[in-house]
């Protein structure tokens, strides 16, 4: 079997055009939807997340706010300056880059964004919404994979799925996420015994581990459905690197029914449902209906 490609760049410049289109149509009522991206420190991979945010926010139309402030920022300061964020009109999200230099709590950080502009809902208030089924700021990335998991299965009602690895950014939302869709959803993690066995029951198979190429052929039930969430980077010789995921595309593309590549499968989804996200944020803030790309929950 060679499976279908599930081409998360295709789908998520589709999903951008439909932001697009509903930006236009707000800035024509006065409204234009803000989004507050907060780098603290010099961390290279980060600037380039956020780089490529602010870039993105403005190709659909919407206002980016930068905020970079030193490595050495207190506490007291950047939590004042969610405070202001929280009290901008012209501020709908806001997103605070993590990692977070090891001084400042995360947590307390997360928790002081106002839960209404809480674009990557990880606010308790969000987590505890999706957690009982009602309506959320839902993580980007878990927000991603089930756009293109229903996209390419319809329902998903009834079918096992698997999800590796059980952060709060990734495994635990989308399992979640996946539960809500009436899918029998099992965790597995680092302490799990016989990860191939439980894989190979899985007809959706979620890798987000950080393990490169973890994820074999062996593990895989012919026919399921694999989103590789992993984004690693490996030596390719000459001193060279690239990019794999958390699944042996190679091998596993000869099993699978569907899988994502690495690049090009989840990564655009998730900037793609930051934009959703929002203009859901920015919808809600105007008493407007809300956008049908985040309606998740
Ligand atoms: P994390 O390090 O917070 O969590 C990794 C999880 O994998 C843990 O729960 C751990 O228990 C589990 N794990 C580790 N080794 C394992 C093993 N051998 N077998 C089974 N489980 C194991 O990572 P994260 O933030 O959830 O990210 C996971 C991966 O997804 C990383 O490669 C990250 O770069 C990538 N990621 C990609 C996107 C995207 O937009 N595509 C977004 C976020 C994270």
Do not use: W
């Not at 290279?44 to 930068?66: D, H, I, P, W």
Request: net charge neutral.
């Amino acid at each position: 079997m060679t499976a279908k490609l599930l081409d998360g760049k295709a789908f998520a410049k589709g999903v951008s055009a439909e932001i697009t289109k509903s930006v236009a149509s707000l800035k024509q009522q006065g409204i234009t939807p803000g989004l507050a991206v907060v780098l603290v420190g010099e961390d290279a991979a980060s600037e380039v997340y956020v780089r490529n945010k602010g870039l993105q926010t403005k190709a659909c139309g919407m206002n980016s706010f930068e905020h970079k402030l030193p490595a050495q920022t207190s506490e007291a300061d950047l939590l004042a300056l969610i405070g202001r964020l929280n009290a901008d009109a012209s501020v709908h999200g806001i997103l605070v880059q993590l990692p977070l230099p090891s001084h400042l709590n995360a947590d307390l950080v997360i928790n002081t964004i106002d839960p209404a502009k809480d674009v990557d809902g990880f606010h308790i208030s969000n987590v505890g919404l999706l957690g009982t089924g009602q309506r959320a700021l839902v993580p980007c990335t878990p927000l991603g994979c089930l756009m293109l998991l229903r996209d390419h299965l319809g329902s998903l009602a009834g079918l096992n799925a698997v999800v590796v690895g059980r952060s709060n950014i990734v495994g635990k939302p989308l399992a979640q996420l996946l539960l809500n869709d009436s899918c029998t959803v099992t965790i597995a993690h680092s302490r799990t015994r016989d990860l191939p066995s439980i894989c190979r029951g899985a007809d959706i198979l979620i890798a987000a581990v950080g393990r490169p190429e973890l994820i074999t052929a062996d593990y895989i039930k012919p026919g399921a459905t694999v989103i590789d969430v992993g984004i690693n980077r490996v030596p390719a010789g000459d001193g060279k690197t690239r990019l794999v995921g958390d699944v042996d595309f190679a091998s596993v593309s000869k099993v699978a029914g569907a899988i994502t590549p690495v690049p090009g499968g989840v990564g655009p989804m998730t900037i793609a449902c930051l934009l959703a996200n929002t203009l859901t944020a920015c919808c809600h803030a105007h008493n407007l209906s809300e956008s049908a790309l985040s309606s998740a929950s």
